[in-house]
């Protein structure tokens, strides 16, 4: 299969900080690659460098076929970006945005105008192309940034937290419009920490911490390989829940509302331990969960995802 | 490539010079720096004094291009380091440098702007004739490149407030006008007078607008020409290298 970006051992420092330590990775044409990682964890380093906004010092970019750093040109004419807090120019109207971004990319002649329209009726915003952007939802304005990185078609787009800041609604349209130019066969680089995002759209993620790639893998396999993350999830109604301690089959315990998650490689041995335990005391719900990517994402990282959506 | 990089480069110069011009001239601080206050400055020091206008106009055109050129760089980058755009900026496939001078572009466009209104206007109503309109031209174009440079080259300071940029700019171009020998002229300044008068960029721009203007210029203007040149040369050059040093460090 042939690849879209090629990273090999990518390192930058900031003073004495190891931003991103040696990372490698290879994304295919095609793919919906998602690259998750706690704050501080290098990712967007990592999107910078390879979008070219960064300069790393050391290590190789390839990008569609191009080496970033000789053919820095060619390589980013075939990118589109949504980076990190991007915006569109909020006194131009979303047409206008549009169109400059494509006589930044090189696209001329009469075409422009016909090409930004329809990618703006693509994008559900054909009713008020001519409105100013400060005008709009944060959805819309979402929209046209998104826009803004399409108009040159781009082989791949990179999308640093698109879905930051929307509302469900605006979320899933935005969620749908990936699903869409994936189908269309662009390769998408998904740089999030929403999991879930990850979890639905994404063929395959790398989890960064530190600096460095934990893992990769598709979303299935990194649950697979976490099969000691199966959690029972016990509800008493007296709450009164035993501790993992007391247990030969359950690692670990964390409470969730008014339930007991108890985590254990061997969910059907846990259950026969928690049932003898807690003997007539009454069970209001019992269930036997998958590990999930949330469950992943702590084992690997070390610590809790801050949601900031 | 379906595009030369030379047709490429050329259209996002456009392009971003463009963008400039659309967005930032009406924004109050470019307004108020560049329109308002040259002439202020201006007409304080030249009422109740008994000038010809051919005696007055260099002043006032120099005061402008110092003025408008300079007012619209030291507001883009740091606006748009605020609301986000230049990230995006960075990560097209655009050398840095093509940036820095659609920046340059869009102040000097607005302060020709201004000049051409102020030269028809004391052309048409206020009968003042030139004697070299090519000097007349000549001067136009470097001193507003000049000037614009300066403007672009205050705002390399990475920072995403515009007022102080605003303020490091007003610390630097108040005292440099004082300094320029555009109220009272080279030959009537005192020696150390003229001395100072010759660190400032605005002196030889002026001269040479007196050249074009009334022939009562203290420096030829070849000379004069010669060094505003390589004054603009210098901060052209020295906003693109400012601006490569700092642009990352604003994101």
Redesign the interface.
Same mark, same amino acid.
């Given at each position: 299969m042939e690849h879209a970006i090629k990273i090999n051992n990518l390192h930058k420092k900031f003073g004495n900080i190891k931003a991103v330590n040696g990372i490698n990775f290879t994304v295919q044409k095609g793919e919906i690659f998602g690259f998750l990682g706690p704050n501080g964890a290098g990712k967007t380093t990592t999107a910078r460098m390879i979008t070219g906004v960064l300069k790393p010092d050391l290590g190789e970019i390839d990008l569609a076929g191009y080496n970033l750093q000789e053919n820095f040109v060619e390589a980013r004419l075939e990118i589109g970006v949504v980076p990190e807090a991007a915006n569109a120019y909020q006194e131009l109207t979303a047409l206008e945005n549009i169109k400059f971004m494509a006589k930044m990319y090189g696209l001329s002649g009469e075409n422009i105008n016909e090409k930004a329209k329809e990618l703006l009726k693509r994008l559900g915003l054909e009713k008020r192309i001519k409105d100013k952007v400060k005008e709009y939802s944060k959805g819309m304005t979402q929209r046209v940034i998104l826009g803004m990185a399409l108009i040159n078609d781009p082989e791949i787009l990179f999308l640093d937290e698109p879905t930051r800041g929307l509302d469900v609604q605006s979320t899933r349209i935005m969620h749908e419009i990936i699903q869409d130019l994936n189908d269309k066969d662009s390769t998408i680089f998904l740089t999030t920490h929403n999991i879930q995002e990850a979890n639905q759209l994404c063929h395959r993620i790398a989890i960064i911490n530190k600096g460095r790639i934990a893992a990769i893998d598709t979303p299935e396999n990194l649950k697979d390989t976490f099969k000691e993350l199966q959690t029972v999830e016990l509800c008493l109604e007296d709450g009164d829940y035993p501790l993992p301690e007391e247990f030969k089959y359950i690692s670990q315990a964390a409470r969730a509302g008014n339930k007991m998650r108890y985590y254990t490689g061997n969910p059907d041995r846990a259950v026969k331990e928690l049932i003898n335990k807690i003997e007539n005391r009454k069970i209001v719900g019992l269930n036997i969960l998958e590990p999930n990517l949330e469950d992943v994402f702590v084992e690997l990282t070390g610590g809790k995802l801050k949601n900031e959506n | *490539?379906?595009?030369s990089?030379i047709?490429?480069f050329v259209?996002?110069l456009?392009?971003?010079s463009?963008?400039n011009i659309? =967005?930032y001239y009406s924004e109050s601080p470019v307004l108020i720096f560049g329109v308002l206050f040259p002439f202020c400055l201006f007409f304080a020091f030249a009422l109740g004094r008994d000038l010809s206008y051919l005696e007055l106009l260099p002043g006032l055109l120099g005061i402008t291009f110092f003025f408008a050129g300079s007012a619209v760089g030291p507001f883009i980058t740091p606006w748009e380091t605020r609301?986000?755009?230049l990230?995006?900026l960075?990560?097209?496939? *655009?050398?840095r440098w093509i940036m820095v001078i659609g920046d340059i572009l869009a102040g000097f466009f607005f302060s020709l702007f201004l000049a051409v209104i102020i030269i028809l206007f004391a052309y048409i109503f206020l009968g003042v004739k030139v004697i070299s309109i090519a000097l007349l031209v000549l001067t136009s174009l470097i001193a507003s490149l000049l000037f614009a440079g300066l403007g672009s080259a205050f705002a390399a300071l990475p920072t995403d407030k515009p007022s102080n940029v605003m303020m490091l700019a007003n610390s630097i171009r108040l005292p440099v006008i004082f300094i320029s020998g555009i109220f009272v002229p080279l030959a009537e300044l005192p020696f150390w007078g003229r001395i100072l008068s010759y660190i400032s960029p605005v002196t030889y721009a002026v001269e040479m607008l007196r050249a074009a203007y009334a022939g009562n210029n203290y420096l030829s203007p070849l000379a004069a020409g010669a060094i505003l040149t390589g004054f603009m040369i210098l901060v052209v050059g020295g906003a693109i290298l400012f601006h490569r040093r700092t642009l990352?460090r604003r =994101?």
């Open positions: - | *490539m379906k595009i990089k047709n490429l259209q996002q456009t392009a971003v463009w963008k659309k =967005i609301t986000g755009t990230e995006r960075l990560a097209l496939p *655009m050398p990352t =994101i």
